[in-house]
C-alpha cells in the first residue's frame, strides 16, 4: 500500500464521525425522571416536606447524568472512546447541554428579577427539547446521515406543543414522555449498537 493510500486512509477514518448515544440516553434518562417527579408532585399524587425540595431532585439529576454521561461514559463502547469522531460528537453534545443549563439559569434570574420566579420551572421543558432537536440536527449534519433529522423535527415540533402546557402538571408529563422518545430510546438504541456508527 503506498504512503498517499494510507494517509488518505488515515484522514477518512479522522474524519468519521461517530453518532454516540450514550450522552442524549443519560441527559433523557436522568433528566427525564426528575421531569416525572415534577409532574407526581405538581398533580398533588407526591407531596414534599417543602417546596424546594424538587430542586433537589433536578440537582440529583444533574448529578447521575455528568457521573453516568460525562465522567464514566457507560454504555460506551471502549473502542469508540479513543476514535477522534467520538471526542468530537461528543464534544458538540455537550456543550449544546451545558448552553442549555446556563441559558435556563439566566432565564430564570430574568424571570426572578421580574416578580414572576414561581414560573421559573416551566421554562426548562420547551428549551431541553430543543436542544435534543439541535443536537439531532448536528448529528445529521456532522455524519451524513439523514435518520437524525426526523429526531430532531420531531423534538422542535414537540417543543413548541410543551410550551403550550406552561403552568401545568401535565406539561412535565408531556415533555418525560418526549425525552423518552426523542433522547432514551434513541440513544438506548445506539449504545446497543458495537461500535455506535
Not at 113 to 120: C, N, R
Request: aromatic share 10%; charged share 10%.
Amino acid at each position: 500500500m503506498s504512503t498517499l493510500t494510507m494517509t488518505a486512509s488515515q484522514e477518512s477514518e479522522t474524519d468519521t464521525v461517530i453518532i454516540d448515544g450514550s450522552m442524549p440516553f443519560w441527559a433523557g434518562l436522568s433528566f427525564g425522571a426528575a421531569s416525572f417527579v415534577n409532574y407526581l408532585v405538581l398533580s398533588g399524587a407526591v407531596h414534599l416536606a417543602h417546596p424546594g425540595m424538587i430542586g433537589l431532585v433536578w440537582m440529583g439529576a444533574t448529578g447521575a447524568f455528568l457521573l453516568f454521561g460525562v465522567i464514566l461514559k457507560v454504555g460506551v463502547d471502549p473502542l469508540v472512546k479513543v476514535h477522534p469522531g467520538f471526542r468530537r460528537y461528543r464534544a458538540i453534545w455537550g456543550s449544546l447541554i451545558l448552553g442549555a443549563l446556563f441559558l435556563v439559569g439566566a432565564i430564570i434570574a430574568m424571570l426572578i428579577q421580574f416578580g414572576v420566579g414561581d414560573k421559573a420551572s416551566f421554562i426548562s421543558s420547551p428549551i431541553t427539547l430543543c436542544i435534543y432537536g439541535i443536537g439531532w440536527r448536528l448529528a445529521a449534519v456532522m455524519s451524513g446521515r439523514k435518520w437524525p433529522n426526523l429526531l430532531a423535527i420531531g423534538a422542535f415540533l414537540c417543543a413548541v406543543y410543551v410550551a403550550t402546557l406552561a403552568g401545568t402538571a401535565q406539561q412535565y408529563l408531556v415533555h418525560t414522555l418526549c425525552v423518552a422518545v426523542f433522547a432514551v430510546l434513541p440513544g438506548l438504541t445506539l449504545m446497543l449498537r458495537k461500535p455506535a456508527l
